[in-house]
C-alpha cells in the first residue's frame, strides 16, 4: 500500500525527522513526500519549485498528482504528525475487511471521544461507523482513501481547513461513509507537531522520549525548538 504525506514549504524542515519516524515505524508501507522544490530524501516527489499561491493551491497540486497514478487506494496525511509506535496490523485488517461500496475512507487515527460523541458514531464488532451527522468525517490525519474520491474531494477545496470542513459536508451529503476502528492502527499525539502558534517550533508531546533523543542525536531536531506540553 502507498503512504502519500503531504507538506508544504514551511514544513520541509521537519521532513528528516518526519521521515526517520514513518520509516521506523511503517517500515512494511511504500511511503511517499509530497513536497515543493529539490530535497535530497528517498520517494520525494516534488509537486513543483515553488507553492504557487500559498495555502490556497493546496488541494490543486495534489489533487493534480493524484489523477496521474492508478492505485486503487491510498494513505494520506499531512506530513507533520509524528508516529510515536509500532502499527496495530489487527486493526489495519479488520478495517480492510470491513470496507464496503459505502466505504470511502478508513481511518487509521484515533475514532475516539476526542474526535466523535456518541451521536456521531456506531461501534460494530470493533469497527466505528462514522455517522452523516459528524463535524468531521474528513481529517488530514492517517486514513485509507478509495483515490478517485480523494482527488474529487481535494478539487472541490482549496486548503486544509476546507478539506476537513467542506470535504465533511460533501462526504456525509454523498451517501458514501468513513470508518475507524476502536483501538487505532496508528500511534501518535492527536495535534500535528507544526502550527501557525507556535512557528518554528515542534510539538512533541507523547512521542517517546528515546525517539526524540534519537532525532537530536541526528540533527534532524534541536532541543531549542522542542515542544513538551
Not at 38 to 56: F, K, M, W
Not at 150 to 163: A, N
Not at 175 to 188: A, D, N, R
Not at 221 to 228: D, G, N, Q
Amino acid at each position: 500500500m502507498r503512504v502519500f504525506l503531504a507538506g508544504h514549504e514551511g514544513s520541509k524542515f521537519l521532513l528528516p525527522a518526519s521521515a526517520w519516524l514513518t520509516q521506523k515505524y511503517l517500515s512494511g508501507f511504500d511511503i511517499w513526500y509530497l513536497n515543493f522544490g529539490e530535497r535530497t530524501l528517498p520517494n520525494y516527489i516534488s509537486l513543483d519549485t515553488h507553492q504557487h499561491g500559498g495555502v490556497a493551491s493546496w488541494s490543486h497540486y495534489i489533487a493534480r498528482y493524484l489523477e496521474q497514478i492508478e492505485d486503487p487506494w491510498v494513505v494520506f496525511a499531512l506530513d507533520d504528525y509524528l508516529l510515536a509506535g509500532p502499527p496495530d496490523l489487527q486493526a489495519y485488517q479488520r478495517l480492510q475487511e470491513a470496507i464496503t461500496d459505502r466505504v470511502v475512507c478508513a481511518r487509521l487515527c484515533t475514532s475516539g471521544e476526542e474526535c466523535y460523541s456518541p451521536s456521531e458514531r456506531t461501534i460494530s464488532n470493533g469497527v466505528v461507523w462514522v455517522n452523516h451527522t459528524a463535524i468531521y468525517s474528513v481529517t488530514t490525519q492517517y486514513c485509507l482513501w478509495e483515490r478517485r474520491f480523494l482527488t474529487d474531494l481535494l478539487g472541490r477545496v482549496r486548503t486544509p481547513w476546507e478539506f476537513e470542513i467542506e470535504g465533511s459536508k460533501h462526504l456525509n451529503w454523498s451517501g458514501k461513509c468513513t470508518i475507524g476502528t476502536e483501538i487505532p492502527m496508528l500511534e501518535y499525539p492527536y495535534n500535528s507537531a507544526l502550527s501557525g502558534k507556535w512557528p518554528g517550533r515542534v510539538k512533541v508531546v507523547g512521542n517517546p522520549q528515546a525517539d526524540i533523543q534519537e532525532l537530536v542525536d541526528k540533527g534532524y531536531l534541536k532541543h531549542e525548538m522542542l515542544i513538551y506540553g
